[in-house]
């Protein structure tokens, strides 16, 4: 949780006094007058009352600031001016007094008030050395039809809260592995792109978060088309008048145990421990710390990524049929049994928050995994009982024809809903929002070639130029499937952040005291949740590998050879083009002892 920011009710001694209509002194920013500057996460508005001085229409009420007390020594409406100025938008009138809001421009956003700024100047909570920002201002009240001033207060100041921040972390369900920017064949600048190795210039044309100071985009193959992301942005715009940060560090193919403690090797890359990551940018920014965390993780500590490889794409296999596999995933006695240490490693994941972040209660958000297992309206399960030797597509061919519906059936309830049900277990253990994404593909899974959620393999080939987007949602699934429902958990957290500050302030008053005491008890209670849990973070102690090598053996391995010596020869018949792109010789080429990445 953020560090309080003290704050003080300021009231303005009078300096240019006038008489009211019953013949009293009056001065509107004198005795009883108040102002509420920006406090608590992310706010940016200050609420300003100041007497009504027997007026029955509010005055124009101007606010002039700067980051130079000296700027302000002579105000003028002056739009050359060095200092920011603008009209505070009246709100009501409450006993004698008239109430305003003015919200300084942030973050890009520059007409939160309208059309009533005369010089825009934006105001970010820190300075180029990290130390907050002192915001000094001054009140005036415009004459009547006029733009000269008729009264002013003395210069005051506040230091200016930092933004909500929002750290993003997880796998490539978060990362948006499955959706990059533009297309291989785009990026390639051929019809044939995707048939070659990319260059480095052309996968930085496809994953990008939009983050200048990211250097592992492409190796975690992360992309602003998560809708993970693409909610962050939506939530920004619905809340123009609160300034948020966020970082987003998810990388494809991660473990729980690459958020804590141990770097990951993505695509041959070397890549920081996520949390790290989060920490060394609020630490690089100067912020006080983390508000929201937001996290996807768990299916490659269970093997789920390779199990779908081995059992939805290389032919010759069937999971409905290997009971020896089935039993690895439904009988908890069994050695290779994931989800016991799956749940221990996610009460780990809370203890080290609790220690490096100190999120408040619920203010992590866990998001599940949408299952790709069902077919199109009619075919309630996707698999179509083919025989290998149809045409290859884009969207469903021999690969995925050699699935039966009976195997995604059994993926979808021994693995999909497991461990959904096990994250969402450990979020309500430790006071987690828990956001239910298993049924949110609907009937749009891998099979739905009409209106796909899904990648297939060659909708991966051709789309990224590699197999590692198969099985993850495309770019419209992130959006139908995740998009909203991360974003109402966010704007909920947003929300109890706002009530939170917003409790220690009336309209015309706050409370300094009560609200660092306040502030202090959720810092503890924090820290309190945190020591709860003990846990440490274990691997898996069997890896997929290990198992599908014991599993399979040399068969596996001479089936795919035989496999691709039928697309050698012709006796498995590829057509010369398919949408725009032909993927005979890539699919010659494929490894299939290469595991895409989850």
Known sequence: MKKFIKIGLLFFAAIDISITSSGQLCDPFGTGSSINPPFGSGSRTMRICINKCGASTPPELIV??????????????????????????????????????????????????????????????????????????????????????????PTASFPMPDPITIGIVGDSYVAGEGAPLVTARTAGGAVLAGLQ????????????????????????????NSGHAQAVAQLRLNNRKIAFAAKFAACSGAKTGDLMSRQQVANGVTVPIQFDVIQNWLTSKGFAGLDILVMGIGGNDVGFADLVFDYMIVPFSDFNNDQDAQ??????????????????????????????FNVWEYNVIATGVPSPCKGPIGNPWC?????????????????????????????????????????????????????????RAGNHGLSNCAAPYFNTLGKSQANQGDV?????????GYVQMYKNPVLNALQTRVNA??????????????????????????????????????????????????????????????????????????????????????????????????????
């Open 197 to 224: 190795t990319l260059s480095g210039a052309d996968q930085a044309l496809m994953w990008n978060d939009n983050d200048p100071s990211t250097t592992t985009d492409i190796p975690c193959h992360r992309s602003i």
């Open 64 to 153: 002039f600031y700067s980051r130079k007390q000296d700027d302000l020594t002579n105000v003028t409406i002056n739009s050359t001016a060095p200092y920011g100025h603008g009209r505070a938008a009246f709100v009501k009138e409450i006993a004698g007094l008239f109430v305003y809001d003015y919200t300084f421009p942030h973050s890009g956003f520059t007409t939160l008030n309208g059309t009533s700024e005369f010089k825009i100047v934006e105001m970010p909570s820190r300075n180029l050395d990290k130390s907050t920002t002192t915001v000094y201002y001054r009140l005036g009240t415009l004459a009547p039809r006029s733009n000269m001033l008729s009264k002013t207060a």
């Open 383 to 439: 698999g179509q009982n083919e025989l290998i030797g149809n045409n290859v597509g884009e969207c469903w061919g021999p690969i995925e024809g050699d699935d039966r519906p009976a195997e995604f059936e059994d993926i979808h309830n021994m693995i999909a809903v497991k461990l959904n049900q096990t994250f969402q277990a450990a979020a309500t253990r430790n006071k987690w929002t828990f956001v239910t994404m298993l049924d």
């Open 497 to 598: 952040i706002n009530a939170f500050w917003k409790s220690f302030a009336s309209d015309c008053a706050a409370d300094a005291k009560a609200a660092a005491i306040a502030a202090a008890k959720e810092r503890a209670k924090a820290k309190a949740i945190a020591a709860n849990s003990t846990a440490s973070y274990k691997e898996y102690f069997q890896t997929y590998q290990q198992f599908r090598s014991i599993k399979f053996g040399t068969s596996l391995d001479q089936a795919l050879l035989n496999y691709k010596n039928q697309i050698s020869s012709g006796s498995i018949l590829l057509p010369t083009a398919d949408i725009n792109v032909t993927i005979t010789d890539q699919l010659k080429n494929i490894s299939f002892t290469d595991f895409f990445q989850k």
């Open 468 to 476: 590692l987007g198969t099985v993850h949602p495309n770019a419209t």
């Open 327 to 356: 039993r690895k995933y439904t009988n908890s006695s069994d050695g290779r049994y994931p989800w016991t240490i799956l749940s221990q490693n996610y009460d780990e994941v809370q203890r080290v928050i609790g220690t490096r």
